[in-house]
């Protein structure tokens, strides 16, 4: 998929499932008795986790979700961001200076994620294949998460703090037992001008280490979890060097790329840009813009692999036809947002109901 297309549809579908596009959770009610813990502001605390620095690490992620997704097999690992959403845990290593390993593992399958620094290795069990990327010094700062990474709840965290942060009124709920450690919980709640799905974001943090150990979204009318992701375990200690140097398997599939921003990245960058907008702010956010034409008419790029999904098969299927002044085509729910895909190739995705999507792709 070219940078572009995988750009705007990893951003229809990831600000459809959350704010910002970013994997939330919600967790159940921590067992144990809550720990008694010094008090602290709600506004020491949110600048205490933006700039903790915990050190070296590892846990074990849980995760699991009740976003009211269809069953879409095959067709979901085609989609750039699904697949964050069908893993069913995580093992997250970190040296506390810019090396990490992450595992992920779904069913009898696995995707591990190892970064040195300067070379970013993500391989895949299922099919025996890993691509390595070299990213240069140049490059290193402006390398982008991808949904793997982002199963870390500590990294989700931070970015969706920053987001939402100003258009909250937040607020210290008590304290937690979260991976046998006593944290604090954070409270995010939209102001009330604010025209979203969401209830409410919960953040337990770390009492000692200011590092987020799951993170909660509640949804309107629901008392279910969205999503779960948090650590069941995670010891602060020194970690092993080899942990952050990988070697393909025997027989692996290995293909190599080195990640730059040349003129080709900078124009599809600054097309995209062009293409899609924000409107509104905070929880309310709607990203609009407009799909590829081949993106709809399921062309397989020169040199793609394997079977290409029928995208309209998939809207009928998945989707419900609607209608309005802006035009007509396919809205897609979740319990936390959704997205409107229209006929001529618009798109506006949101943690938002229905009617704030439709009036998005009405402006100008």
């Known amino acids: 998929m070219d940078p572009k297309k995988k750009a705007i549809t990893a951003a229809v579908v990831g600000t459809a499932l959350g704010v910002g596009g970013l994997v939330v959770v919600a967790m159940p009610a921590s067992a144990g008795d809550a720990p008694k813990l010094p008090q602290i502001s709600a506004e020491d605390l949110v600048q205490s986790v933006m700039t903790a620095n915990p050190g070296p690490f590892d846990g074990t992620v849980s995760v699991s979700n009740d976003l009211g997704l269809p069953a ?16 069913d ?11 990490a390993k992450i595992s992920l593992t779904n069913g009898a399958s696995q995707e591990t ?16 294949s890993a691509t390595k990327t070299t990213i240069p010094a140049d490059v290193a700062t402006k390398h982008e998460m991808g949904a793997g990474e982002m199963a870390d709840p500590a990294t989700a965290t931070k970015e969706l703090l920053a ?15 979260v991976a046998d450690r006593p944290a604090y919980e954070l409270v995010f709640t939209p102001k009330p001008t604010e025209r979203t799905l969401l209830r409410e974001i919960r953040v337990a943090v770390d009492s000692q280490t200011r590092m987020p150990l799951r993170l909660s979204v509640l949804s309107n ?8 992701l ?12 080899g942990l952050f140097t990988f070697t393909p398997p025997q027989g692996a599939k290995v293909t190599e790329k080195t990640a730059k921003i040349d003129d080709q990245t900078k124009a599809l960058a600054d097309e995209a840009k062009q293409d899609t ?12 813009g407009k799909v590829p034409a081949d993106a709809l008419s399921g062309k397989k790029p020169a040199g793609a692999e394997g079977r290409n999904a029928d995208p309209q098969q ?10 309005g002044t802006w035009g007509s085509g396919y809205l897609f729910t979740t319990k936390v947002g959704g997205a409107v895909l229209t006929d001529d190739g618009r798109f506006a995705a949101g943690a938002v109901p229905e009617q704030v999507l439709y009036e998005a792709l009405g402006q100008k």
């Open 314 to 323: 998939l809207l009928s299927r998945f989707a419900k036809r609607v209608n």
């Open 113 to 128: 994620i190892v970064r040195d620094g300067t070379t970013v290795w993500d391989y895949h069990s299922s099919n025996n």
């Open 72 to 87: 879409m097999g095959a067709a979901g690992g085609a989609v750039p961001g699904m697949s964050a959403l069908n893993i």
């Open 230 to 241: 948090a650590f069941t375990d995670v010891k602060f200690a020194p970690q092993s060097a």
């Open 277 to 288: 907008k924000l409107v509104g702010d905070g929880w309310d956010t709607v990203i609009t």
């Open 89 to 99: 845990s995580a093992h997250v290593f970190s040296d506390g200076a810019g090396k």
């Open 163 to 177: 987001k939402v942060r100003e258009n909250s009124t937040v607020s210290v709920d008590g304290t937690a037992n």
């Open 221 to 228: 009318g629901t008392t279910a979890p969205a999503l779960q």
